[in-house]
């Protein structure tokens, strides 16, 4: 399982990689692997505005769809679109490919959420 | 809580590394690391392996079995002959389904029948409830027996290869085998629920099933998990239990016919007398009728049935989101997800599978009665409406070995170029005409067996005036049947049709011939149409009754299409009542060497259908047909039978180098004129009943089945070309037909000591007619035909008897006739032979080889070529 320092994790399996006050925001390596092959993926509207631990998409798998939920609050700045035409690219390296990049609300929200070896334990048991 | 359970090849699956999930009670894969899709793809493009022993295996014998089984399924036991399968429903009282299942008949007095896993026990309650009032006895195999599907066009190779067996089943779909495992046997079937044409199921002892699949994942399979199943299934529009038959989104029944599959699994025979649910399910069925007549003004019968459904617009359905027309509701998606597919490029049978992988959101839906194929439909996911279109299918297999993805809105285009103005269109033909003939006639190699070439004598006389004009006549009673004609200007072509039938007898030495039929198939048409027409002949105050039995070749085995339900036969065959099936049964064939007739087993087989007609007669053909022995058989037992032997590849054969027809004991004697026999292209029928026979009554009806049955005009160009054929034929036949079954002999030969895979019996030198087959590799047959187009060597690609049809064909078929008519002998056929081998095994250019030799070829032989013909053919033809 793969899992990257320096990021933050939320207890749904996303991360998040703040740049200041913007932030890049996908689904962990534990996620894609547990969905299995991913087939569809749909991403918001670029200015929509979403609360924390809202649905900003989905994803989804052969089997089942699967909400993606932000892990602070912000406004989509970025879409990527990639991944429309290539789902399964979360699959192959699901930190390389973000799925949004949103302005954060308040950056202060970051330290609520896991570090990379918090959220190792949560993936382990 | 109960332990889920687990199959025999649990093991095997952990080792895999398999995701494993609860499936109805089983701990059961749901897909292996490698993941749903590429299990999908892998599937579809080589061979994938399901364990599938979790399913129901119940095996049902005794007195009443029969008895039994036509009361608690829906369809037709007695359709299923030994060695068959066929796909059921377990009904209940008001037509809905208790279970879909597959009832397989390895043994004459035992019947499997395999169930859902997640319906075990209801369906045990059920059959053990109802058996009660039969004497018949039902058992549980499902521990014993484990179950391993295996699907996928590699799939036949992998087993062969397993089982060490070159034969598994007959190449047909339910199809099923005994195969040997060390002793024990596996019964095999060609059954399966992936919509792959190559697929088979096999049941083994529980014991060896974790090896056999350790095996088949050493040859090449894939393990594929229920996810990628259901894909699968999805994809080739099959049902589940549970989405599409059981109970739908609101709790309610799903009509057993609202699943478009029930119209092959549910029968109203007689036989079958009163059944579960039978009243409800005759009443589905009107209503099923009404929807497929597009009769929408009462759906109250069936309200509605179960369609394909692609999404047009971005997003995924899923099971259980509505679909609507507009405003209103017209249904639900009992079943949907992405599913994948490997991209093709290119048309027709050169189109090829790419390793490019795509999506494609699809589905069923059980929508009104009214919604069809092609209507927009709109799917509701999670609250917003995304655009979806009602599908006819999603996949087909009419072209094995692969099962093809079928996406909507693609159209396969085919563009011919054509000159913007009529005179030039005009000026092009001629030019692309002159070349075509030129190329055909003087620099490629012809070997389609088929095909003849005709002498310039018979060509021009085919284009002379007589093919502009008319000559119907009809023998009448009232002048001693003598012949009345309807035109004028007659008189010509009266003496030619008559020297025609004169110059037919002396070839065949038979009573009888009609020269009017234009086709083989036309004439077999008109014989069937006679015999019809003559067993109605005392009663025609009602409906005729139509042919059956019918014991012909099967047309895997060569046998013509005409002679086959799908051809000419189809509007004269009868059903037979009990089986529901064409009343046809083919010539069993013999283990060693399946292009011969097995005459011992052709006996039983007559003795036990006591068929009115028999048809010979083959297009891939490399013997003589036994119809002494046959014939000698009938009379010993007092069959009144007709004996029909369609000789059309082989009729300019006919004689003491192949075979005489009437001589063995044929009645009748179909064929087209322009295979082996010189003339041009028309059908011909000839029949040995003299004027005192009782049947000479028959004869009669099969000249006005011609005349005024089949033709009209009887196309009087190519009939005076074919009496000019005729007198070559009966002047030449010695030496030509002497000729053409040596130089196939040695043809063959050449073919084999070249390294070909040659068919046939060697010891006899592969063939006794003009035909040679040469085996190039399952699947391979048109691409190695059309490499030896690109090369001028003409062939065409043939599907042995082990394969599933032409695209599958593993084949390649060679006639000698047209080119031992230019000239060819020994030599040319051996370096012929050895250019052939150049192209199929070496992948060489020898096109100018070919062409070269060829060249030296162009004079016709077995044709009238002194000076006086030459001067008579110079004056006609200034008269084009």
């Given at each position: ?13 996303e991360?998040?990689?703040a ?34 631990n ?42 390389e ?20 070896s ?8 | ?28 894969p ?9 299990e ?5 493009k080589k061979a ?15 007195r009443?079995a ?5 009361y608690v ?27 879909d ?7 004459e ?20 409830r ?5 004497d018949?006895?039902i ?8 179950m391993?599907?295996?699907q ?7 087993i ?18 005994i195969?040997d ?10 059954t ?17 099933a ?5 095996r ?12 990628a ?9 099959l ?9 739908d989104?609101d709790?309610?029944?799903i ?39 597009r009769?929408?003004a ?6 509605r ?40 490029e290119g048309?027709?049978?050169e ?12 589905g ?10 092609d ?11 995304v ?24 159209e ?23 070349y ?8 490629t ?6 095909e ?43 003496e ?8 037919l ?13 234009i ?10 149409s006679?015999?019809?027409d ?25 046998g ?25 049964v ?13 005459v011992?087993e052709?006996k ?19 013997h ?10 009938v ?6 039978t007709?004996?029909?032997y369609?000789?059309?590849h ?11 027809p ?5 009645d ?13 292209q028309?059908?011909?029928?000839a ?18 089945r011609?005349?005024p ?7 009087l ?21 002497k000729?053409?079954i ?8 050449c ?17 006794e007619t ?22 001028n060597?003409?062939v ?13 064909s ?6 000698v ?6 000239g060819?002998g ?14 199929i095994?070496?992948?060489k ?5 070919v ?9 016709m ?20």
């Open positions: 399982m793969k899992i990257v320092e320096g990021l933050k994790y939320s207890s749904d399996h991360w998040i990689k740049e200041g006050k913007t932030a890049y925001v996908g689904i962990t390596d534990y996620a894609q692997h547990s969905l299995g092959d991913i087939v569809y993926v749909e991403l918001p509207e670029v200015g929509a505005k979403i609360s924390k809202s649905a900003f998409g989905v994803v989804e798998s052969v089997k089942a769809a699967s909400d993606v939920f932000l892990p602070v609050s912000g406004t989509i700045i970025k879409v990527n679109e990639a991944l429309t035409e290539d789902p399964a690219l979360i699959n192959r390296d699901a930190f490919n973000w799925m949004v990049q949103i302005e954060m609300d308040d950056p202060k929200e970051l330290d609520q959420l896991m570090s990379a918090e959220y190792k334990e949560i993936c382990i048991e | 809580m109960n332990a889920l359970k687990r199959t025999v090849l649990f093991d095997s699956h952990v080792k895999l590394g398999a995701t494993l999930v609860d499936f109805g009670g089983w701990e059961m749901v897909n292996y690391p490698s993941g749903m899709v590429e999908h793809l892998y599937t579809r994938g392996i399901f364990d599938v022993s979790h399913m129901g295996r119940f095996v049902i014998s005794g009443e029969v008895k039994f089984l036509q399924l829906t369809n037709n036991v007695l359709a299923v002959d030994i060695m068959q399968a066929q796909y059921t429903m377990i009904p209940n009282e008001n037509g809905g389904a208790i279970d299942a597959y009832l397989y008949r390895f043994y007095d035992e019947y499997l029948l395999v169930v859902n896993a997640a319906n075990i026990e209801k369906d045990w309650e059920h059959l053990n109802e058996i009660k009032r039969f018949a006895q058992a549980d195999r499902s521990k014993e027996l484990a391993i599907s295996v996928g066009p590699e799939s036949k190779n992998i062969k290869k397993l089982f060490g067996s070159d034969f598994l089943t007959e190449p047909l779909k339910n199809a099923l085998g195969l495992y060390g002793g024990k046997e596996v019964l095999i079937a060609r399966g629920y992936t919509g792959e044409p190559l697929g088979f199921e096999l049941f083994l002892s529980a014991g060896d974790a090896a056999v699949w350790a088949l994942l050493d040859l090449g399979a894939m393990a594929i998990g229920l996810g199943r259901d894909t699968l299934r999805l994809e080739a529009g049902p589940l239990y549970g989405h599409e038959l059981g109970l989104a709790g309610c029944e009509p057993i016919f609202s699943c478009p599959l029930a119209r092959f699994a549910v029968s109203f025979a007689d036989a079958k007398g009163s059944y579960i649910g039978r009243e409800a399910l005759l009443k589905q069925f009107q209503g099923y009728q009404k929807i497929m007549e009769n929408f009462d759906l109250s019968d069936l309200k049935i179960v369609r394909p459904i692609a999404l047009t617009g971005r997003g995924v359905a899923r099971a259980g989101c509505k679909v609507f027309k507009g405003d209103k509701e017209v249904g639900y998606v009992t079943s949907a997800t992405m599913v994948p597919y490997l991209k093709t048309n027709g049978l189109s090829r599978i790419t390793d490019e992988k795509a999506m494609r959101a699809i069923l839906a059980l929508v009104d009665g009214d919604i069809e194929p209507d927009n439909v709109e799917v509701e996911i999670r609250g917003n409406k655009a979806a279109v009602i599908a006819p299918y999603h996949l087909k297999s009419d072209a094995p070995p692969f099962a093809r993805p079928i996406i909507y809105g693609v396969a285009g085919r563009k011919f170029e054509s000159a913007p103005d009529y005179r030039s269109k005009a000026l092009n033909l001629l030019e692309k005409s002159l075509n003939t030129r190329w055909r006639q003087s620099e190699i012809n070997l389609i067996p088929s003849q070439s005709h002498s310039p004598a018979v060509r021009l006389l085919s284009v002379m005036d007589p093919s502009f004009r008319y000559a119907e006549h009809k023998k009448t009673k009232s002048f001693y049947d003598y012949d009345v004609f309807y035109y004028q200007g007659t008189g010509f072509i009266d030619v049709e008559h020297l025609l039938k004169e110059e007898k002396t070839y065949f030495q038979c009573a009888e011939v009609e020269t009017r039929v086709s083989g198939q036309m004439a077999n048409a008109a014989v069937f006679a015999l019809v003559y067993k109605n002949r005392v009663n025609r105050k009602r409906d005729a009754v139509r042919l059956g039995y019918v014991l012909n070749n099967h047309i895997i085995r060569g013509h299409l005409s002679a086959q339900p799908m051809g000419a036969l189809r509007d004269y065959i009868a059903v037979d009542p009990l089986t529901e099936k064409t009343a046809v083919n010539f069993p064939v013999e283990k060693d060497n399946n292009f011969k007739i097995d011992e052709t039983k087989i007559i003795a036990q259908y006591k068929p009115e007609l028999i048809i010979f007669g083959k297009s891939m053909v490399l003589r047909e036994p119809v002494r022995e046959i014939r000698k058989f009379d010993e037992q007092g069959i009144n007709v004996i029909m369609d000789m059309a082989v009729l300019g054969l006919a004689g003491d180098y192949f075979q005489d009437f001589a063995e004991g044929a009748i004697v179909t064929g087209s004129t322009h295979k082996t026999f010189f003339g041009p028309r059908g011909i029928i029949g040995n009943y003299r004027k005192e026979d009782h049947r000479y009554d028959l004869w009669e009806t099969i000249e006005t011609a005349f049955g089949s033709v009209s005009n009887h196309h160009g190519t009939l005076l070309g074919l009496l000019m054929a005729a007198y070559e034929m009966n002047y030449f036949k010695d030496e030509y037909q000729n053409v040596n130089n196939a002999k040695h043809f063959a030969k073919l084999s000591d070249a390294g070909l895979s040659v068919a046939g019996d060697p010891s006899i030198s592969f063939t003009h035909q040679v087959i040469v085996r190039v590799g399952y699947g391979a047959g048109p691409e190695v035909a059309n490499r030896l187009e690109d090369n060597i003409i065409n690609y043939q599907a042995t008897p082990e394969e599933e049809g032409f695209t599958a593993g084949a390649i078929r060679l006639g006739a047209e080119m031992t008519r230019f060819f020994y030599q040319e056929f051996e370096q012929t032979a050895e250019l052939m081998a150049d192209v095994l070496r992948n250019n020898v096109k100018e080889d062409r070269k030799l060829r060249g030296s070829y162009t004079n032989k077995y044709c009238f070529t002194d000076d006086d013909v030459i001067k008579e053919l110079e004056k006609l033809k200034s008269f084009l």
